[in-house]
């Protein structure tokens, strides 16, 4: 079976739109920057490949999908209003939910007349000579634009061709965030999974009372942390409504764009007292573990062993008498540490392992060979005969959204061929040598990968509308990094990751999950997202030194 992809239409190069401003995607940052460039009198649209808004929470509807993120920092904190006639049913709300929110921002933002859906995005080409970008759609649309800004989603170019004999499978084949609108009947069938990130995580624990086999494929065992995911009601809206100040105040600043932040140093606390926070932090059932309980785990490799073992043992005490079971779901001392790939939030996921429906079968020394009529076949030749095949395998992401856009700039330069070399930008915000690019969501930020989304989206939406306003007033239509710029952005961005362990591992974090993708360099900023926004700040405060203008 094949996981349908849109296909590029035909166009003439005569423009049926013009625009001062193109954006790419409806999800948080698309919704936004068409509501901010709007309201700068500018002539803006948007484009969306799905059929409604949404952006991530539109595609991704497998089962279990919902935040790992508090719902109620999860949120747009620009205006208290639109934050508090919304309340959440639970800390980390599913995914219908979160898509009625969406609903929610877009009606009463009016912004839904502003897009286009059902369309995709083919490729977007500069004029040199009229200073504005040729885009074209995959419905036949040709728009002349002097912006184009893409708000495509770090984690939106799902890998789904990823073994050989998809096409002669029998059943069914779901990538998660291809899952069908109309759901998928999982009831009574033999269901097997690949993958074990957080995706895969979310989709095991819940699929597994309902199938009549489940069969996960697991390579890599991921630490977690437990959710506790308490429902929300009048009291608990009030609650963080009555904090908007303050959380507007502090989001934006802390390491991650979460309401909490670094307070305690490793070295400056006993070892008692450094379990005693470990095990309150724990308790918590969020990320906080992850993202505000000692930061040296970043740095120091004794410490990242010290709580990587922390977290190993709360994960062995749940599999207790299934050593088995440990052998394939706990990480190894050697492996990796806690923190320094992505850390999923799990509810029953140990649990689900030891029903009697399912089976774990490792595959990183027996992987996958190949997809056959009946099943999945192992290199050994062991064959699993499934009805429905579930790929949680990931994404080409930060860039793959882009790359898969037939994007070039100046003198023809194809991004998708320069970042096939090197993987670079200027702030996570523009790229040298393409004009008039803005990038939301993109490597060399925090929002490739190490931040609530979010607080990283409006910032970044916010800069972007920030800039344009400079160009209004000063009478310019063209901003371009400065070469010199890009490489000193570059370089800092650099030395800041390579200083942490998270560079010394092999994740999507740094791309090693996608065949050819260059893996020198960390995806995300890890500077923290408030020294990042301290740096955007004083960037536009300076008039822009790393830009050039005309």
């Not at 800004?149 to 050989?164: D, H, I, K, R, W």
């Not at 074990?196 to 597994?208: E, K, N, P």
């Not at 774990?360 to 997809?371: F, T």
């Not at 020198?520 to 408030?530: A, C, D, E, Q, T």
Request: include cysteine.
């Amino acid at each position: 079976m094949t996981i349908a992809e849109a296909d590029p239409g035909t166009s003439t190069n005569e423009a049926t739109r013009t625009l001062d401003a193109l954006v790419i995607g409806a999800g948080v940052a698309g919704l936004y920057q068409v509501y901010q460039l709007r309201e700068l009198g500018l002539n803006v649209h948007g484009y969306e490949a799905g059929s409604d808004v949404g952006g991530t929470w539109y595609w991704n509807r497998y089962p279990g999908a919902r935040f790992d993120s508090e719902g109620y920092i999860y949120q747009y904190i620009f205006d208290e209003e639109l934050y508090k006639n919304w309340g959440w049913s639970q800390k980390f709300p599913g995914q219908p939910e979160i898509e009625r929110w969406l609903h929610y921002v877009t009606e009463t933002l009016d912004v839904r007349k502003d897009f286009s859906f059902s369309t995709r995005i083919v490729s977007a080409v500069f004029n040199e000579d009229t200073a504005r970008w040729t885009v074209t759609t995959d419905t036949g649309e040709v728009i002349d634009t002097r912006y184009v800004v893409t708000c495509a989603g770090m984690l939106s170019a799902p890998l789904t061709g990823m073994f050989e004999g998809q096409d002669d499978f029998t059943g069914e084949i779901f990538h998660t965030s291809r899952w069908p609108a109309e759901g998928a009947d999982l009831e009574g069938k033999r269901v097997g999974v690949i993958g074990t990130g957080a995706t895969g995580i979310q989709v095991i624990q819940t699929v597994a009372p309902i199938v009549e086999k489940l069969t996960v494929f697991i390579r890599t065992p991921q630490y977690t942390l437990p959710m506790k995911n308490p429902d929300y009601g009048p009291k608990e809206q009030a609650w963080y409504h009555d904090r908007f100040d303050e959380l507007r105040e502090v989001i934006p600043n802390t390491f991650a764009g979460f309401e909490y932040d670094w307070e305690v140093e490793w070295h400056a606390s006993t070892p008692e007292e450094r379990l005693a926070r470990l095990e309150n932090i724990y308790a918590d059932g969020s990320l906080k573990l992850w993202l505000a309980s000692f930061g040296e785990m970043f740095f120091e490799q004794d410490v990242s062993d010290q709580i990587s073992a922390f977290v190993r043992e709360k994960i062995v005490a749940r599999l207790e008498n299934h050593p088995e079971l440990v052998e394939l779901l706990v990480p190894q001392q050697d492996d990796y540490g806690f923190g320094t790939h992505r850390v999923p939030l799990e509810n029953g996921y140990y649990e689900a392992f030891q029903r009697d429906n399912v089976e774990a079968v490792g595959v990183r020394n027996n992987p996958i060979k190949r997809i056959v009529p009946e099943g999945v076949e192992l290199e050994d030749g062991t064959l699993y005969e499934l009805d429905v095949i579930v790929l949680a395998t990931g994404f080409d992401a930060g860039t793959g959204a882009l790359t898969r856009i037939d994007i070039r700039g100046r003198d023809g330069k194809s991004l998708s061929e320069e970042w096939s070399t090197e993987i670079r930008s200027t702030m996570g915000l523009m790229i040298e040598g393409f004009p008039n690019l803005l990038t939301t969501g993109i490597p060399l930020a925090p929002s490739a990968a190490l931040c609530n989304m979010t607080t990283c989206l409006q910032q970044q939406t916010e800069w972007i509308t920030g800039l344009v306003d400079h160009m209004q007033k000063e009478g310019v239509s063209v901003v371009e990094p400065t070469a010199e710029g890009e490489r000193d952005w570059v370089a800092h961005h650099d030395e800041v990751a390579n200083a942490t362990l998270v560079s010394k591992t092999n994740s999507w974090y740094n791309g090693a999950n996608v065949p050819g993708k260059p893996t020198g360099r960390v995806l995300s900023y890890i500077g923290g997202v408030g020294e990042y926004r301290r740096r955007c700040t004083e960037e536009a405060d300076a008039s822009y030194p790393h830009f050039t203008f005309s």
